[in-house]
């Protein structure tokens, strides 16, 4: 029996939370629906553990749906790259999960809590779905689960806003999945196959035509968008200040992670890294990660409230990811990849910080935060050891991306670019410092009630992100191998 | 204890002392006692150390493995060895000057200020007992972190202004030029452990060794080489306890220890000394000396004035470095010390008369020698062992960093030394003459009948006059570590 279930644990990772969803919408009650999102996730999370050790111990496992064989049927497949970010989309789920409640109740209308857990499910198993497919055309379908299901949680914020910035979001959002089908579409023109290892096989024939060539621009611009990629972020600001605060957190540490993934397959495990003598893509991306991490960050300093100021500084963080893609070496693909966790990691835990605060005094402008790191000690002192993570400060996950990002780059010889990495931080000092400073040199100001710090259930879940900020910045074993081996599966080009 | 044990206590005790102040923040005289029972603590244990590193042991011990091949290790070596020794043993003094001073200033904040002392403390040691680079690193940069709060104490907005610059230019350098190195050697070499005869040698060479110097002078911010001094007279606005052990002896000497670590042990002077285009770091470490020393002549703020004095005095370590001969690094080691308890002596001063005389200005000094005979009396001493007049520290120091001048006839650090004892000559003997010889214009003053300040700080300043001038006496201890530095 338990072989059995085993043996199925790839196609019930996104079965399981897409039955859930539906259940969610016929009780009703928000406390059902929420206990519903909250046991599936961290079922997923168990399953996401189980296929990372089965694929550290046996290699990449291959999932037949409905016994069709590949490349008729869909395939799912777990490698170590996937097992990862499933892993991340998942443990930062169900951490958010026991956040969620509290926050939540106050931000979404009663009538609609049971929506917020619907869709927060389908996002859940879209994603999932995105990162475990190894159909070209099942991973379009997934992402668009997961994006129109992420419209509706943004567009249940409290302010009006919310709903411009989901309706940019959408129209953005739906460009960049026809611009990644019409990609896809191509390469099937070209090659008679969907499946994506199949299509690995049979593009390096065709590799050198042009519709292939303009098929990876369609897929590149496609998946730059999803992934907020400078200059193709613009919706990532609004949609991100506006959203409820729980979907923030958690769209932040995922949905732009899985974003990378995508990239990451396009790229390396279906066009092979002989493409960028082709297109010479891997240049481009380079040019647009330093201007993202240069000018997001320079933005960042100017923001008042809280959590445009930290998407800003997301776009700015994709772009590290996208500066290691471009060095196409196995030590930038494992800088890019640890990279993926440690941020999830790092935005998790301020995100939700944030959604702390918000939870008390009902903003997060900057200036309202005056003197809140002695009312609520607990959630600054969150907020400052993430802080410290997204700067880089040794001991914690920040520190280890960067340093393998620079690694990188000075392997490839490229010093300006070390150079503009660790200048970039410095700006991350600066946006970050501002808050702090308010936090905690700033009185509160004589008209503000007084607050207290926020119940435990909120607390907990925020502080194990924080603690894993610096459990993973301090023994980096588990991620730095994961993410080595991972990037050398792609690097070398099989699946 | 074994030595390994010893190590980790050395670290672990003011941080458990941290929490100690935390939790007695309510019960102001609990709380200093166990600031001071910390203190001793961690003195004994730093200590217990000294006689086994003496007979040329180097005991390690890693505390975990946080990147692949790179580990958080502490090993103590002779120069490690004396920068704990004086940080813990002025940790002691300086505790009890801070009751007084804190109390008689009536500061707020007490239990903050207490609590990040104590975690400086320990990122202080934790630089002193680094094994490798990457562990010092870590030390280091916690070190300006929790000395942020220490420097914006008051919370007033010229306060959060100079502590903006303060760390700004701490973690600018060390995070955008430093890191930087600290990635290149690594890369270079695959390694960063502190080895005796340096680890570059056979991975780096010409020009590129000259651009890694820069990397890492101008990347540890702490040794306030010019132009990246300025946070040094910025971080003046914090309480004079802090002012006199963290920027005249454990922030400060953090950066030039690190200085002098990183030409012994990961360039090898020797090493340093086979290469042609290295020599820029004299001229600069002399320019620092003289400027600071120029600037210093100009300043009437008293704590400003020692600010500059701390800079042109920190050069004097990085120059005496520089010049690679066995001396001139004996004589920077041996500086470190001498000028630690020096400073401090002058800092401590400068607080006393805050505190009992409201006055922080050097022209409003005239005759208050008379008043506060104690004070102004550790001053002078202080001052000679500045300016190198036996028998103070300073004058032993300097003598090794003359002799190792002499050695490689290197004219230009003969000519910076013998001018800067000038200029020192010159902004510290019309202070001590002003307080002794003229007479007091201060009539009108409210605050003009006052005496020696409070016992504690008078006791404190006391001490550490004293031990400027035992330390000429005895200099045994540190000559001998000094020797083992350089291993001749």
Redesign the interface.
Same mark, same amino acid.
């Given at each position: 029996m338990s072989a059995t279930l085993s043996a199925h644990l790839p196609a019930l990772q996104v079965v399981l939370p897409l039955i859930a969803a539906p259940f969610c919408v016929i009780l009703r009650k928000s406390a059902a629906a929420w206990f519903i999102a909250l046991v599936f996730s961290w079922v997923s999370l168990g399953i996401s553990i189980m296929l990372l050790e089965q694929v550290l111990t046996h290699g990449p496992i291959s999932y037949l749906l409905g016994s069709w064989p590949a490349p008729w049927g869909i395939e799912y497949k777990v490698d170590k790259l996937s097992a990862f970010i499933m892993l991340i989309v998942t443990s930062i789920g169900s951490i958010t999960m026991i956040f969620a409640p509290k926050s939540v109740n106050l931000e979404i209308p009663k009538d609609r809590v049971y929506l917020f857990y619907t869709m927060y499910l389908l996002t859940f198993a879209g994603l999932l779905g995105i990162t475990i497919t190894g159909d070209a055309f099942n991973l379009f379908v997934f992402l668009e689960i997961s994006s129109l299901s992420s419209y509706v949680l943004i567009s249940l914020g409290s302010e009006r806003n919310a709903l411009t910035a989901a309706l940019r979001y959408l129209i953005l959002g739906t460009v960049g999945a026809t611009f990644y089908i019409i990609g896809v579409g191509l390469m099937y023109q070209m090659t008679g196959t969907l499946n994506i290892a199949d299509l690995a096989e049979r593009l390096p024939e065709v590799a050198e035509t042009r519709t292939i060539l303009v098929a990876l621009g369609f897929v590149t611009v496609g998946i730059g968008l999803k992934l907020g990629l400078f200059p193709l972020h613009v919706w990532l600001p609004n949609a991100y200040a506006y959203a409820p605060s729980v979907v923030t957190a958690f769209l932040a540490a995922t949905a732009t992670k899985v974003a990378v993934y995508m990239l990451l397959r396009v790229y390396f495990t279906i066009f092979g890294t002989d493409i960028f003598a082709a297109l010479p893509i891997d240049e481009f991306l380079l040019v647009l990660g330093l201007i993202a991490i240069v000018t997001m960050s320079g933005v960042a300093i100017y923001q008042n409230n809280a959590k445009r100021l930290l998407a800003y500084s997301s776009v700015a963080q994709v772009g590290y990811m996208v500066i290691g893609i471009s060095m196409v070496t196995a030590t930038g693909l494992t800088a890019t990849i640890l990279h993926l966790f440690n941020h999830a990691m790092i935005k998790g835990a301020l995100f939700l910080a944030l959604a702390a605060v918000f939870y008390r005094i009902k903003s997060v402008k900057i200036d309202d935060m005056a003197g809140l790191g002695k009312e609520m000690p607990y959630t600054m002192a969150a907020f400052v050891v993430g802080g410290?993570s997204l &700067?880089? *400060?040794? /001991?914690t996950v920040g520190f280890?991306s960067k =340093?393998y990002l620079? @690694?990188g780059a @000075? %392997?490839k010889g490229w010093w300006p670019v #070390? #150079?503009l990495i /660790? +200048?970039s !931080? /410095?700006l991350a *000092?600066i946006y970050f =410092?501002k808050v702090i %400073?308010v936090a905690? +040199?700033k009185p509160r100001p004589e008209s503000a009630d007084t607050v207290s710090d926020v119940p435990l259930s909120m607390l907990i879940p925020l502080w194990v992100l924080v603690g894993a900020n610096i459990f993973f910045?301090?023994? !980096?074993?588990l991620t &730095?191998?994961t993410a080595m081996g991972a990037a050398k599966a792609l690097i070398g080009g099989a699946p | 204890m074994s030595p390994e044990n010893a190590i980790l206590w050395a670290i672990a005790v003011p941080l458990i002392g941290s929490i100690g102040i935390l939790l007695t923040g309510k019960i102001a005289n609990l709380r200093e006692t166990v600031t001071l029972v910390t203190a001793v603590i961690m003195f004994l244990i730093v200590g217990s150390l000294t006689h086994i590193v003496l007979s040329g042991e180097r005991p390690s011990v890693t505390l975990f493995e946080f990147l692949p091949g790179l580990t958080v290790t502490f090993t103590v070596e002779p120069l490690g060895m004396l920068f704990g020794l004086i940080a813990s043993g002025l940790w002691i003094i300086n505790s009890i000057y801070s009751i007084g001073y804190m109390r008689g200033n009536n500061e707020g904040n007490q239990t903050r200020f207490y609590f990040f002392f104590a975690i400086a403390l320990a990122s202080a040691v934790g630089v002193s007992f680094a094994g490798n680079m990457l562990t010092l690193f870590i030390c280091y940069e916690i070190l300006t972190l929790c000395t942020f709060p220490l420097v914006t104490h008051s919370g007033k907005p010229e306060a959060m202004k100079s502590g903006r610059t303060y760390l700004g230019i701490l973690l600018g350098t060390s995070i955008g030029l430093q890191l930087l190195a600290i990635i290149w050697t690594w890369h270079a070499t695959g390694t960063l452990d502190f080895k005796a005869g340096g680890i570059l040698d056979g991975h780096v060479s010409g020009a590129a060794i000259s651009v890694l110097l820069f990397l890492y002078m101008y990347g540890i911010g702490k040794a306030a080489l010019m132009p990246i001094h300025r946070w040094l007279p910025a971080a003046m606005v914090a309480p004079t306890p802090v002012s006199a052990l963290l920027h005249a002896v454990a922030v400060v000497k953090a950066g030039v220890f690190t200085v002098v670590k990183v030409i012994v042990y990961i360039f090898g002077y020797e090493f340093l000394a086979e290469q042609l285009t290295t020599n820029w770091l004299v001229y600069v470490a002399g320019f620092t000396i003289l400027a600071a020393s120029i600037v210093a002549l100009r300043q009437d703020n008293l704590k400003r004035r020692l600010a500059y004095s701390t800079i042109s005095q920190l050069s004097y370590v990085v120059m005496a470095a520089a010049i690679l001969a066995p001396l001139s690094i004996m004589g920077a080691v041996l500086h470190i010390a001498a000028h630690a308890v020096g400073k401090i002596t002058l800092f401590f001063a400068a607080g006393s008369i805050y505190t009992a005389a409201h006055k922080t200005e050097v022209s409003q000094l005239n005759g208050i020698g008379r008043k506060m005979p104690w004070t102004m009396g550790a001053f002078a001493i202080a001052a000679l062992s500045m300016i190198g007049v036996p028998p103070t520290a300073g004058f032993l120091s300097k003598w090794y960093i003359l002799m190792g001048a002499l050695s490689v006839e290197h004219y230009f650090a003969i000519g910076v030394i013998v001018l800067s004892t000038l200029l020192n000559t010159g902004y510290f003997i019309p202070v001590i003459y002003n307080a002794f010889f003229k007479e007091a214009d201060d009539k009108d003053d409210p605050h003009a009948n006052h005496g020696e300040a409070p016992l504690p700080m008078v006791i404190a300043l006391t001490a550490t006059a004293i031990a400027t001038v035992l330390l000429f006496f005895f200099s045994g201890l540190p000559l001998e570590l000094a020797t083992q530095v350089v291993g001749k």
């Open positions: 410290f &700067v880089g *400060v040794p /001991l280890i =340093w620079i @690694l @000075l %392997e #070390a #150079a /660790l +200048f !931080s /410095l *000092v =410092w %400073e905690y +040199f910045g301090t023994n !980096s074993n &730095v191998s | -």
